[in-house]
């Protein structure tokens, strides 16, 4: 419903591409993605895409002749099957995402793997389970991550928890640098960690592997925690 949206499928190995996403407003655009919900304006999401759940299919296509039983089967398929990333506001944009919810305006999700529907494929580098709420935040890579507020940012992170303005991190380029070598990048390579307040900083080494910072909490406004796991700022 709108003006100018696109419901956009290019990639012909996606047999279920374009299904079941819903569009209201205006010049948003889904593309090869499936199970997607926009509300807004000038909203996308791209390469969202999951397979609809094999045995659930099978129950909807057997369930066909009766209306009651076809929507019972419905319900059941759609927590296993389709991208089920939700955006709500402007400007936003979500990439190989799945499973993420997005509101607010110029926020930005990406992912670097995509999802396989493949027996026994290994989805937990999947950028999923995200939750963004605020203005122009960004997430990269990110699993189990909650962010509310604004400017905040987020990369190769896992169940970390961000609520407030202007949250970032510091990072060296090498173990062997004294400085850091850029401030207010990301928190990179964090895990099980919660910032709250505004202009927070963690300090990790960022050729260290993934969640190099674990259960790491800043409190309040201005704090900097350096490269110490198992930390606490306030």
């Known amino acids: 419903y709108g003006t100018v949206n696109v419901n956009n499928n290019t990639d012909t190995t996606k047999e279920f591409s374009g299904v079941a996403n819903s569009i209201v407003g205006q010049a948003n655009v889904t593309t090869d993605s499936n199970a997607a919900i926009i509300y807004g304006a000038g909203n996308t999401v791209k390469n969202s895409y999951r397979d609809i759940d094999k045995e659930k299919a099978k129950a909807i296509l057997n369930s066909t002749g009766n209306a009651e039983q076809l929507q019972k089967a419905l319900q059941d398929a759609i927590p296993t099957s389709g991208g089920q990333v939700m955006v709500m506001g402007g400007g936003n944009s979500v990439e190989k995402a799945y499973m ?23 989805n937990s580098g999947v950028t999923q389970l995200n939750f963004i709420d605020g203005f122009y935040s960004s997430l990269e890579n990110g699993h189990n991550d909650y962010m509310i507020g604004a400017y905040n940012k987020l990369k190769d992170s896992d169940s970390t928890i961000i609520f407030g303005d202007n949250n970032g991190q510091k990072f060296f380029a090498s173990s062997n640098d004294s400085k850091p070598q850029k401030d207010n990048i990301n928190f990179v390579n964090v895990k099980d960690s919660i910032a709250i307040g505004s202009n927070n900083n963690f300090i990790s080494k960022a050729d260290k592997a993934h969640g190099s910072l674990e259960d790491v909490v800043a409190v309040g406004n201005n704090n900097t925690v350096r490269g110490s796991s198992h930390a606490i700022a306030i």
Do not use: F, L
Request: charged share 25%; aromatic share 4%.
């Open 100 to 122: 993420t919810q997005v509101t607010g305006v110029g926020n930005k999700v990406t992912g670097t793997q995509t999802w396989s529907d493949e027996e026994k494929a290994d």
